[in-house]
């Protein structure tokens, strides 16, 4: 193997994976670097012989337009969730459709009550004002999404019915801290595109952007250990390598001192059942629930994460509560909000993300990260912790190694 390389990228996610496809499009001398047994990184699947498993819950936005042109026509297989989300709480259940597009059915549901006029108008009206929002070119002021939705004069019910469950799902923690200038990027996303997963998971993505990447370029099982003086880098697995520029993604970039991110966590439980739910195609939210956040009938989706006589549901829990015998609980749950037996669900697989979305706090994108010489940051965090952010950071730090 060579022990020399014009650029070295370390890790695989969508970051690195991104700025591989650009170096291998123009010819580039370059190495990907991977510690663990697989591309992909945060997202990904895992299968057995019957089902398929996200690792998380996640979803592709088809707003996601770098993502888009890196994934050329792949995207367009990907197979849609139905635009809104079903509201389950004590009172029963309830369609949002489409509330960002479908305004008129927003309000013959839940919302009917006085003071609804006024949150229809708002969305509207932040509906408009984001509909061409960039991160990049926001310079109001930063706060939690919570205190930017209440200053925005949502009503109470709109906030705890639609707002919580929905984007506590999307960040990863329940208190709506996050900076709502994430908020109005997803907000803005979900706006211009739809929320679809690849036919056989979400590790068809990664899959696709390596696809015309030659497998000589990549190294698995390697976790770089060290940077060396003069340009090389210590592997774990004793080698030593040489660079002219060095691409870090994500954790990787503490080689350097240059990560301090923490990151929201989440549980997921994937439960199968022979049963068949009406509008499984919308994502459900349980805004009264103490632990469930949401659950996606993936299969309903896409049939291929599960045989044809079973259901596969995704069950995301981002509560910390300690819960004691989590698979009868989840199984009660099942019964109380979809019908049937215990006996009728069955637990197939139970995984936790302690390194899932980044905490983007209020303030988040106004800490420069800085280049160090030949030495190029990427990873989500450099611009937004989605997929798209992940791609645009590869794509910038290819950039930066040709400049
Ligand atoms: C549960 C969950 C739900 C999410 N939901 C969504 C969603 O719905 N929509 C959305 O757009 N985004 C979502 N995200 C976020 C999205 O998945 C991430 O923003 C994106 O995958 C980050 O890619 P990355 O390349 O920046 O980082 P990573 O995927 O973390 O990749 C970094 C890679 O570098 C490797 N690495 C690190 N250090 C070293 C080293 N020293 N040597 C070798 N290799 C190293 C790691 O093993 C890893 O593979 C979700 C994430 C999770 C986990």
Redesign the pocket.
Known sequence: MKQNYDIII???????LACAQKCSENNKDFLL????NRI????GSVRNEKFIFD???????TA?KTTNDLLKSKADEFLPFLPGAKIISQNGSTIISDPMRNFSKIFHTIFSSAGTLNDKIKILTLKFRLSNYTLESDDSEDMHTIDFLKLYGFSKKIIDNFFYPFFSG?F?EDRLETSSKFFKYVFSNFNRGIAVIPKYGMQEIPDAIFSNIDTSHLLLN????KLLPENNLETNNGRTLGYNRLVL????CS?VNQFNIKYNS?K?VYISTNRRFKDSRYIHLFPQDEIINNVAFVSSVSPNYAPSEKTLLSISIISKSPVNNMEQLLKEKMVTYFGGIASDYILEKSMD?N????NQLPGFYTNIREQKGNTVL????MIN??????VV??IKAYECTVK
């Open positions: 370390i890790g695989a996610g969508l970051s690195g670097i991977e510690k663990s992909g990184g945060r997202v690792l998380g819950f996640q979803v592709y936005n996601y999307i990863l390697t976790d770089v250990t993604t994500n954790e990787s080689l989440v997921t993300t390194r899932a979305t980044i990427a990873g989500d965090h912790g989605s997929i798209e952010g992940a950071s590869g």
